[in-house]
């Protein structure tokens, strides 16, 4: 007879392991087919640098805006999000409501007229016209570093997931996802990459809407769904009195200050992943307007994502959630795909995850090979070589980061606790450089030394803090609040240092910061456009919308 | 202003590719009606056609966009 504990195992087992049938086959199939087909339809339109990196500068704002936030939809994101609902319920729309949309309007408004306008054509870049070459070195070589490995968890992740799903072989999973990811990038390069994040946001739309939708019928809607949950589990803003009133650990200040601020306006203003996208517009209102279109659909991801993970912990047995003893809040997705969706569609839900970590890659190949190529090679390797050189180096780089991705995603199979720690640091490496942007674009008193002496020393907080965290040093009562109030110290150290050291070195003079700092820089004016069309009025639609969702589940 | 790039409108391949997924689960749906049978919805069936619907508009569009552009 079969013991109690192997028997819930096997269930679980059961209820997450899937057969896939030949009409989820075909669906894959068409995907892949379709993705390498727009890479091969694209090949010939890459004739320069350009236009491989940048797509050319001429993608129209829905496109870019689309791109844009799914460039951050990685299906680590959307299984994440919903394992974070069946965890900690609506506390985890903070996330978008507070931890991206606020961020979005500040990039659109204020800080994409100095990206777009100087015509920087990566974020490092703009380091260099700001300020000199260290500071734009030491960005270039920590983002190029970044991103390959970010591309290689991803990897890894999604041959972990697919193994657990689908009981597919790890290696054929990485091997395969790394060759086609290779092949449309180093086709059509950034605009590859681009059409392929703008097909995933929608795949995952409506591939997973039915399932959200059927989950809230089955938990009779949300006063049903509130009543199957613990108090407060609906709530976003009501538990934040007070850290140890809610699941999370975290108090009101740790969330609008850490998550908020420091890290949201950390990644959404100064990451290049989501700022190549915005680069790639065809002129300054798209530029501005992409952050700001992203935002729309972005603030309603909630109702998707984490709002079926939600349901699977209400109406789902806990013992499914089980894992050697151990509660998982990670297969709350998979177990829902696995509960409602027959044949046919259970394909197109596999699919959406497939083509959100296979754009996850390649979001951070082509970030990593523009980066690589203008401000590594280009700058200390070889300088006046004829454009066609740069682009040969592009589809090297490509070549490159996609193998150095799939060594990093076998490096995590073999050390998957480095890979953890890692995908902690990345996540507050950019704190500090959000202070750096601060005082580089609205103050030109900020000088080259202090800006990189404040970002070096910020970064080595970071790392420091992290490090006392785990040794104990520092307590917190949750991981979380560890990684927000991380943030802000290492946010904190360098916007003081770069301030003091700024006081006592010799600024830049005003006539080479034109275009490059606030005060000095014309402001973009559209007075010839229909105030419907005017950025400032999406980024108001966009602030009163995220105002009322807030309130309305306070 | 155009919605699309000059090289490839990107409504082509996503709105065949939504056409073709939903045709074929639309079909599948009506061919098996009864093994995706939810909430009284064959789910192949039903978000089969929502999602061709779906691609088929994006295909007109792009189309009608061809057709203008000199």
């Known amino acids: 007879m079969e013991a109690p504990g192997n028997s819930r195992a ?16 075909a669906v894959i199939a068409l995907y892949c087919t379709f993705v390498l087909s727009v890479g091969a339809a694209l090949k010939k339109h890459m004739r320069t640098s350009v236009d491989f990196f940048l797509s050319g500068r001429r993608i129209p704002a829905w496109v870019t805006g689309l791109a844009f936030i799914s460039a951050n939809l990685g299906a680590l994101e959307v299984m994440g999000m919903a394992a974070s609902g069946a965890k900690y319920g609506m506390l985890t729309s903070h996330f978008y409501w507070v931890g991206a949309i606020p961020a979005m309007i500040f990039v659109g408004l204020f800080m994409m007229p100095f990206y777009y306008g100087s015509r920087a054509r990566s974020v490092p870049e703009y380091l260099r016209l700001r300020f000199d070459e260290k500071t734009r070195a030491f960005n270039a070589f920590t983002f190029a570093v970044m991103t390959v490995l970010a591309s290689g968890i991803n990897m890894y992740a999604m041959a972990i997931v697919f193994r657990l799903m689908l009981g597919w072989s790890i290696h054929t999973t990485i091997l395969l996802s790394a060759a086609v990811v290779l092949a449309y990038t180093v086709l059509g390069g950034l605009t590859s990459s ?11 739309v409506l591939g997973i809407l039915p399932m959200a939708v059927l989950g809230m019928m089955d938990a009779g809607g949300w006063p049903g769904l509130a009543a199957r949950l613990p108090p407060g589990f609906t709530r976003t803003w009501s538990t934040l009195g007070s850290a140890t009133e809610n699941p999370m650990g975290v108090e009101w200040f740790g969330i609008v200050m850490g998550l908020g601020f420091v890290l949201s306006f950390g990644y959404w203003c100064t990451d290049f992943l989501v700022v ?29 994502v984490i709002v079926p993970g939600m349901v699977a912990w209400a109406i789902l047995p806990r013992e499914l959630f089980m894992v050697d003893g151990q509660v998982q809040h990670n297969l709350a997705l998979p177990l829902m795909l696995a509960h409602y969706y027959p044949p046919g569609m259970l394909g197109v839900g596999i699919t959406a995850l497939l083509a959100s970590f296979m ?43 996609v193998l150095i991705s799939v060594g990093a995603a076998y490096l995590a199979l073999q050390f998957s606790n480095i890979m953890d720690y890692l995908q902690l640091i990345f996540s507050f490496v950019n704190a500090p450089l959000l202070a750096t942007f601060l005082l580089g674009m609205f103050s030109k008193r900020t000088t080259p030394n202090g800006a990189f002496w404040g970002l070096t020393s910020g970064t080595a907080a970071a790392a420091l803090h992290f490090h006392a965290v785990r040794r104990e ?67 108001l639609l966009v602030a009163v919308l ?6 309305i589940y306070r | 202003m155009t919605d699309s790039t000059p090289e490839l409108d990107i409504r082509w391949p996503i709105g065949l590719l939504f056409a073709a997924i939903g045709a074929l689960l639309a079909v599948y749906g009506a061919l098996n009606p009864t093994e995706a049978q939810r909430h009284g919805l064959n789910l192949n069936l039903d978000w089969g056609a929502v999602m061709f619907l779906f691609g088929a508009g994006l295909v007109w569009g792009a189309w009608r966009a061809g057709r203008k552009q000199p």
Request: with cysteine; proline share 5%; glycine share 4%.
């Open chain 1, 194 to 204: 681009i059409y392929n994040e703008v097909l995933q946001f929608f795949l995952i």
């Open chain 1, 10 to 25: 096997a269930r679980a087992e059961k209820a997450l392991t899937m057969k896939l049938h030949l009409i989820d086959y």
């Open chain 1, 276 to 304: 190549q996208r915005a680069m790639a517009a065809r002129d300054m209102t798209a530029a501005q307007k992409t952050p700001l279109i992203a935002a729309l659909p972005k603030m309603f991801i909630p109702f998707i």
């Open chain 1, 473 to 539: 040093l520092v307590h917190y009562s949750s991981d979380m609040a560890a990684n927000f109030y991380g943030a802000i110290y290492a946010w904190a150290v360098c916007f003081v240092l770069t301030l003091l050291i700024s006081f006592f070195t010799q600024p830049r003079a005003e006539a080479e910061l034109v275009g490059l700092v606030y005060s000095l820089t014309e402001k973009p004016s559209y007075k010839r456009l229909p105030w419907l069309n005017r950025p400032a009025t999406l980024a």
């Open chain 1, 546 to 551: 995220t105002i009322l969702l807030n309130w």
């Open chain 1, 359 to 401: 754009s996850g890659m390649a979001g951070n190949v082509t970030a990593f090979n523009t980066v690589w190529t203008y401000d590594i090679y280009q700058s200390y390797i070889r300088r006046d070589a004829p454009d066609r050189h740069y682009l040969m180096m592009g589809r090297i780089a490509t070549v490159a980061g």
